[in-house]
């Protein structure tokens, strides 16, 4: 059964850059089924897709974000990274990885998640 | 501001059957399935409901999905108490180019 974990500091000051790496565990990176994202969840508040890649490295963000984020992908060590830039406090949330089906666009695997929290 | 509009909260009684809808728009819900999560307190979400109305292995067949226009709703039939959480609905919107997601309903079970 796949299994995705995520990994980083939980604490990030403002400005610098918040860096997170999921780990695939019990199945393959490399498949053509899937990508392989980012969400994320502030206190309280609802779901926010921050972008996904696929195995190639091919990517796609969401248009807020897209200014200050990277994902990418390691197929050798089976894990693919964000990185978000020049954060803030808004940033501080609950950062989720996901498998997602291409084509019909839902999520069907997450990780545990990771709080983050921006400050200094 | 979420792009997907889903009431803040429902209730309801064991036993009952509970609706909770999800409304979009034609870039969204137009060409677009919906998917539905269920999330617990302090948990990741779950993938509940997916391509309108398919329940992933394991997903009780008291819930059920519906999709009409841009409205799409979640029901409920047999209300349990370990249904209390909240619900997200999603979809592909075309005019973002990404997936998105409602701002959750709130389902307590009374």
């Known amino acids: 059964q796949l299994q995705l974990q995520e990994s980083g500091p939980g604490l990030v000051k403002p400005s610098e850059t918040l860096s997170l790496t999921c780990t695939v565990s019990g199945g393959s990176i490399s498949t053509s089924t899937y990508y392989w994202g980012w969400i994320r969840q502030p206190p309280g508040k609802g779901l926010e897709w921050i972008g996904s890649?696929?195995?190639?490295?091919?990517?796609y963000y969401s248009p807020s974000l897209k200014s200050r984020v990277i994902i990418s992908v390691d197929t050798s060590t089976k894990q693919f990274s964000l990185q978000l830039y020049s954060v803030t406090a808004a940033d501080t949330a609950v950062y989720y990885c996901?498998?997602?089906?291409?084509?019909?666009?839902?999520?069907?695997?997450w990780g545990k998640g990771t709080t983050v929290t921006v400050s200094s | 501001q979420s792009v997907l509009t889903q009431p803040p909260s429902a209730s309801g009684t064991p036993g009952q059957r509970v609706t909770m809808s999800c409304s979009g728009s034609?870039?969204?819900?137009?060409?677009?399935?919906v998917n539905w999560y269920q999330q617990f307190p302090g948990t990741a979400p779950k993938l509940l409901i997916y391509?309108?109305?398919q329940r992933p292995s394991g997903v009780p067949g008291r819930f059920s999905g519906s999709k009409s226009g841009t409205s799409a709703s979640l029901a409920i039939s047999g209300l349990q108490s370990e249904d209390e959480a909240d619900y997200y609905c999603s979809a592909w919107d075309d005019s973002l180019n990404g997936p998105v997601f409602g701002g959750g309903t709130k389902l307590t079970v009374l």
């Open positions: 890649v696929y195995y190639s490295g091919n990517t």
């Open positions: 034609n870039f969204n819900f137009g060409t677009n399935t």
């Open positions: 996901v498998r997602e089906i291409i084509g019909d666009y839902y999520m069907d695997v």
């Open positions: 391509g309108n109305n």
